[in-house]
């Protein structure tokens, strides 16, 4: 038979039989959620092939040409290669409309799915021993696919991202001591140089997609390692783990998966308008249009840069610009806590036990009403980012918008998190369920600081 | 629950719908292309084989799930052991122990692991200078534009200057300094403000404005977005951006919004042909805050 030969060929060459066997043979469970991340690997599958296509018509570079393509409205209009060569592909570019769209598309679709799939882990306590690694491989993860995002959509240089990157400049100009220095060696000078596009093509086509690349392989092959997490039930303890065989029936479902996941992206690329670069123009630094927003994944610093309170720090000749603090200090603060949280958790149950039982989240009161009380804030950031629109959409005072989100900021995550801790302990009661470390919100400060035995 | 029977029919289905999609998105490609149809018909395509792929592993494999027994995760205390022991790189004292075998495989004197350490350093701080070619030093072109190259007529962008008879009363309109109507950071909103609409300029700014017109720096204090906007009635200038609002009647101080400074001011005259001129630099540093900014709000 074919197949045999082939094997023995291989192997003849390589020994790879029985190690070939035992990852066969390895098992995965087959619960809905596990198959979030699989919906982010798939997404980033199709942004690789896609994007390959796309380096084959997008030209990095900031020189200044006159439109001659295709689309009456901006003929002779003076524009960076950069911007031209992306109308080309929207415009002259047989399914170049279409290759663009679906990329745009799979990006959003893969941070969407990044964070649901870190949602998923986080509320089943899927990060804690010995999956700690694990996480901050997929926190990392996470913060490259938004920053990616941010580099592909503003090498475009569309009016639109411009105007993102122009902000982006002014946030790292803020950075103190280093600031200066760090956005003129990354822009060549001074906003907007003339270096910017081409590094950002480099970052986002080769650097960054690598490091992705490397992570993925570690992120996965942790994930054999350690096996996958399975909820409790018959037959599941701490000590195995049930579900299906990677081969035959996990790879089919999986691969299965791969193509609707695809056929989706394609659908979406090729019927839902998204990022019509045509209508923005070519990036001026002396325009903007009203209601400009980011992409979604970066929707949350948007809306800290509006509902920040105009506080600046000024002493002795220097200065911690505005800036600073919703568009430094906050990402910082959020993907530093993001890092820590299984160690931090860890520190406060005294919890250093090896779990391979995923939880439901309604076992956890205290986790997950912080983690929804989080969630909250950010969506409140998140919603602030488009206040203007809101506020002209329902014809409000664009004061009065702001002031509502920043209240809420502060008042609307502790009351999420309250309804959601009075939830699970009513949901845990009914269904009989044990709830977790007993550990009251009251008791983390100390926990954290002093540790727990 | 659907048969193997029938899942494998439907497999089938779906399978042949994924050709015909294909065939569909050739004939659609070769006859010119349409974004609409492609979308849909590569979707097809793919859906086709996605689905025929998920019906066949959830219906016509091997049902029933399986366990796997979970090993210990930690080596064997043995197997750590000799680990450590076959890493460790174990100093040697010059004149000690001569002649007595040392475990590991790794010896090293600690002055020279100290050399090796400091070179490699080195390597490693040599290596990072190329990075300073990437940008020039931050310096003069933060805190000065074009304008501090001295009087200059203020024109717009395509390079006609301005007299003060082109600016009604409630007109915005943006300025370079002649000769660079392109320069990102001196761009300059020239705005009339109305009769009743009093000025109050701030201290040493008095001679700033020439009949009801006065020029601040159009970069917004907070990141930098052209302050596009502006409300008349109230004298007051709003960055669509993050709706940082900045009061003309007052040096443009923000009254509103994240923008923690005001914007610049340009101090304007008018020279001996009328045409609108700028006397010098604006009044501090144009655009976001930095470091070293050094000067006052």
């Known amino acids: ?453 | 629950m659907t048969s193997p029977r029938r899942a494998e029919q439907v497999a089938v289905l779906c399978f042949l719908l994924a050709i015909l999609a294909a065939v569909g998105l050739a004939v659609v490609y070769w006859r010119g292309g349409q974004p609409q149809w492609e979308g849909v018909l590569l979707s097809l395509t793919l859906g086709g084989i996605g689905s025929g792929a998920v019906l066949w592993g959830k219906h016509l494999l091997p049902p029933g799930e399986v366990s796997e027994e979970r090993k210990p995760l930690a080596s064997s205390s043995e197997d750590r052991k000799k680990f450590v022991e076959e890493l460790a790189v174990t100093p040697v004292q010059v004149g000690e122990q001569a002649g007595q075998p040392q475990p590991g495989p790794l010896r090293a004197r600690r002055g020279l692991l100290l050399a090796a350490s400091g070179a490699i350093t080195a390597l490693g701080a040599a290596l990072l200078f190329p990075i300073r070619s990437l940008g020039p030093r931050p310096g003069g072109g933060l805190t000065r534009t074009r304008y501090a190259d001295g009087v200059r007529r203020v024109v717009q962008q395509d390079g006609t200057p301005m007299r003060l008879a082109d600016l009604e009363a409630d007109s915005v309109v943006t300025v370079w300094p002649e000769g660079h109507p392109d320069d990102a950071d001196s761009a300059a909103l020239l705005i009339r403000l109305r009769d009743e609409q009093d000025l109050q300029p701030r201290e040493g700014r008095e001679d700033w404005s020439v009949e009801g017109v006065v020029a601040y720096s159009k970069l917004c204090t907070h990141v930098g977005c052209p302050v596009g906007l502006y409300q008349a009635e109230s004298a007051l200038l709003l960055c669509p951006c993050h709706q940082s609002t900045f009061d003309v009647l007052d040096g443009a101080r923000p009254v509103f919004g994240p923008a923690a400074r005001s914007l610049p001011q340009l101090p304007l005259d008018v020279d001996d042909e009328g045409y609108i001129v700028a006397r010098g630099d604006f009044s501090s540093p144009v655009g976001p805050g930095f470091w070293d900014r050094g000067t006052e709000a």
């Open chain 1, 1 to 453: 038979m074919l197949t045999r030969r082939i094997a023995e060929w291989l192997d003849d060459r390589l020994g790879a039989a029985s190690f070939a066997r035992t990852a066969l043979a390895k098992v995965f469970p087959t619960n809905w959620s596990f198959l979030l991340g699989e919906i982010a690997l798939y997404s980033f599958l199709v942004l690789v092939l896609t994007g390959i296509y796309l380096t084959f018509f997008y030209v990095p570079s900031a020189e200044e040409v006159h439109y001659a393509g295709s689309y009456g409205p901006l003929q002779g209009v003076e524009m960076s290669q950069a911007y031209h060569s992306a109308l080309d592909i929207t415009f002259d570019v047989r399914a170049g409309l279409v290759m663009r769209q679906m990329h745009h598309w799979a990006a959003l679709v893969f941070c969407a799915s990044i964070l649901v799939h870190m949602g998923r882990v986080f509320f089943t306590g899927a990060f804690r021993r010995p999956r700690e690694i694990n996480w901050m491989v997929g926190v990392t993860l996470f913060l490259l696919a938004i920053l990616n995002g941010f580099a592909g959509y503003s090498i475009v240089d569309d009016q639109l991202s411009g105007t993102g990157l122009r902000i982006g400049y002014s946030v790292a100009l803020s950075i103190p001591v280093v600031g200066t220095w760090l956005t003129s060696l990354l822009f060549g000078g001074e906003f907007p140089g003339s270096d910017i596009l081409q590094r950002l093509y480099v970052l986002h086509i080769l650097l960054v997609p690598v490091v992705i690349g490397v992570l993925l392989t570690i992120h996965l092959g942790l994930l054999v390692r350690q096996k996958h997490t399975h909820f409790s039930g018959p037959g599941r303890t701490e000590g195995n783990v049930v579900g299906v065989k990677l081969w035959p029936v996990f790879a089919v479902k999986s691969t299965g998966l791969f193509f609707l996941v695809a056929a989706v992206l394609a659908l979406l690329g090729g019927t839902f308008q998204i990022n019509p670069i045509w209508l923005y123009g070519p990036f001026d630094p002396s325009q903007v249009s009203a209601a400009s927003q980011p992409d979604w994944y970066m929707g949350w610093l948007e809306g800290a840069l509006r509902l920040m309170p105009s506080w600046e720090v000024r002493a002795f000749g220097y200065e911690i610009p505005n800036p600073f603090f919703p568009g430094v200090l906050l990402p910082g603060l959020t993907f530093g806590l993001l890092y820590a949280w299984p160690l931090l958790e860890s520190r406060v149950t005294g919890d250093r036990g090896e779990h391979h039982l995923a939880e439901r989240p309604r076992q956890r009161p205290v986790r997950t009403a912080l983690g929804v009380a989080a969630l909250t804030f950010y969506l409140v950031l998140f919603l602030a980012g488009g206040e203007d629109v809101i506020a002209e959409s329902f014809s409000l005072s664009v004061n009065a918008v702001l002031r509502t989100f920043q209240v809420s900021a502060v008042v609307a995550p502790p009351v999420a998190g309250l309804i959601t801790y009075r939830l699970c302990t009513e949901l845990a009661a009914r269904d009989g369920l044990s709830t977790g470390s007993k550990v009251t919100v009251r008791e983390i400060p100390r926990r954290l600081l002093r540790g727990t035995p």
